[in-house]
């Protein structure tokens, strides 16, 4: 009964049409209010939007757009100025965590009888690419992600004595998380504490020579050092090396296929200095007080804030709130500052929200192609977060495209002709 409930009825569509943003008119048929589940409990959000373009066939690929924002509730929304095999999910922030969840956790057993007490259909739920922008993921260990990064930062010597021993625990605690992943750099040698800063200054270095190659005006009081010439032939030499190409990457083009100036080879062949200026160094913390002048750090700790008479909870402690829509701890670390314990459903549930569980567990069917941006001066989660989420997928041998987008904040959706560039070529 529940399967039929849920039948598409491919009869039931609207045709429409919309202008896009390059004056195009697109015709499409709308199917809306589609519930995706029989128990549904509020009719307000528990719906999908499918449109279906003119001229799409079994092979088109199908672009899931999640609109959560702040972990609070979202319904589905209309099409703004698909190969059911080819499903490629999107979403910015707690929506990209969603993204990053639906891409980690395909056919996982964890979730079965969750979706079986909702009404969902007993069908696969693996997808065939995510899109996360910016995904706020990882939540159990990205208080202490937080302060590793941002501890040492002028605005954080201004706290209290009791947040500033607060930053100091946390910033200790992310040694250990990092040394637990068992992390690989691309070249295969080992991820650690000791070796973790300068991995993600290599990071910031090359979104920064990506941009300045395209023309951005990249200034040296923000902590970087330049040369005006560089060896080797479409890569900028970092800290006297070349940066080997992440898995999945693509060089910046410009119009006509060409490279941008400055990546152009001078004639003579590879061997011959190119002219222009690259990027050999980083002052990391010069450059993270320029992140943190741009917008206020959170409040320490950053997402399970919740302390009784220290500070408000957050969304993330609502987003595991209790039955009556109480907010709840859900670190151990702010737990023990409210002398509470972590029932064991709030562990599970918090386990059942991090798509770093799942990735290489052997019980899950993991999304093969990965399209991650997460701003260079965003500091909604530290730079940590989607790095390490980076590295787990590509150690796990998945086609990640992975960039901390030069000086962006907290924002998605952000460089469409690249992304729709990289569904393309995914999807022949």
């Known amino acids: 009964?529940?399967?039929?409930?849920?039948?598409?009825?491919?009869?039931?569509?609207?045709?429409?049409?919309?202008?896009?943003?390059?004056?195009?008119?697109?015709?499409?048929?709308?199917?809306?209010?589609?519930?995706?589940?029989?128990?549904?409990?509020?009719?307000?959000?528990?719906?999908?939007?499918?449109?279906?373009?003119?001229?799409?066939?079994?092979?088109?690929?199908?672009?899931?757009?999640?609109?959560?924002?702040?972990?609070?509730?979202?319904?589905?929304?209309?099409?703004?100025?698909?190969?059911?095999?080819?499903?490629?999910?999107?979403?910015?922030?707690?929506?990209?965590?969603?993204?990053?969840?639906?891409?980690?956790?395909?056919?996982?057993?964890?979730?079965?009888?969750?979706?079986?007490?909702?009404?969902?259909?007993?069908?696969r739920d693996d997808v065939f690419a995510s899109v996360c922008y910016c995904p706020i993921i990882d939540l159990e260990h990205a208080d202490m992600a937080y302060e590793w990064l941002y501890g040492q930062t002028d605005s954080r010597q201004s706290l209290d004595d009791a947040h500033m021993q607060m930053t100091k625990e946390l910033a200790a605690l992310f040694p250990v998380y990092v040394n637990s992943l068992n992390l690989k750099k691309p070249d295969g040698t080992p991820l650690t504490a000791d070796n973790y800063l300068d991995y993600l200054k290599s990071e910031i270095i090359r979104s920064a020579q990506i941009a300045k190659n395209a023309g951005a005006d990249i200034p040296d009081s923000i902590g970087f050092s330049f040369t005006s010439e560089a060896g080797g032939m479409f890569a900028a030499?970092?800290?006297?090396?070349?940066?080997?190409?992440?898995?999945?990457?693509?060089?910046?083009?410009?119009?006509?296929?060409?490279?941008?100036?400055?990546?152009?080879?001078?004639?003579?062949?590879?061997?011959?200095?190119?002219?222009?200026?690259?990027?050999?160094?980083?002052?990391?913390?010069?450059?993270?007080?320029?992140?943190?002048?741009?917008?206020?750090?959170?409040?320490?700790?950053?997402?399970?804030?919740?302390?009784?008479?220290?500070?408000?909870?957050?969304?993330?402690?609502?987003?595991?709130?209790?039955?009556?829509?109480?907010?709840?701890?859900?670190?151990?670390?702010?737990?023990?500052?409210?002398?509470?314990?972590l029932t064991d459903a709030i562990r599970q549930n918090v386990r059942l929200m991090n798509p770093m569980s799942f990735i290489g567990d052997g019980k899950t069917t993991i999304a093969p192609h990965w399209y991650i941006r997460h701003g260079a001066r965003d500091r909604d989660t530290a730079f940590p977060v989607p790095l390490n989420f980076a590295t787990k997928l590509q150690n796990a041998g998945k086609d990640v495209n992975f960039l901390l987008a030069w000086n962006r904040p907290h924002s998605g959706d952000y460089a469409l002709d690249e992304l729709f560039e990289w569904m393309n070529k995914i999807t022949k």
């Open 1 to 123: 009964m529940a399967q039929s409930a849920l039948a598409f009825d491919a009869n039931a569509g609207v045709k429409s049409k919309m202008t896009v943003y390059d004056g195009t008119e697109v015709g499409y048929t709308a199917y809306e209010r589609l519930f995706y589940v029989t128990n549904v409990e509020d009719s307000t959000y528990q719906f999908l939007n499918v449109y279906v373009p003119d001229g799409a066939t079994q092979q088109t690929p199908i672009f899931l757009r999640t609109y959560v924002g702040g972990y609070m509730a979202s319904p589905a929304a209309q099409p703004q100025a698909g190969d059911a095999e080819r499903i490629i999910t999107d979403g910015t922030s707690a929506g990209g965590a969603m993204s990053a969840l639906m891409g980690a956790t395909g056919n996982n057993p964890e979730y079965a009888e969750l979706l079986k007490a909702m009404g969902a259909a007993d069908e």
């Open 237 to 341: 030499p970092i800290n006297g090396g070349m940066r080997p190409q992440m898995q999945g990457e693509k060089r910046p083009m410009m119009q006509g296929g060409q490279p941008p100036m400055g990546m152009r080879p001078m004639r003579g062949g590879m061997g011959r200095k190119q002219v222009g200026e690259y990027i050999t160094d980083l002052d990391m913390q010069k450059y993270l007080n320029y992140v943190v002048s741009t917008q206020a750090l959170k409040s320490v700790p950053a997402f399970d804030s919740q302390i009784e008479g220290v500070n408000n909870a957050s969304g993330e402690n609502e987003e595991f709130g209790n039955e009556t829509g109480g907010s709840v701890n859900f670190t151990d670390y702010t737990a023990q500052k409210n002398n509470a314990i």
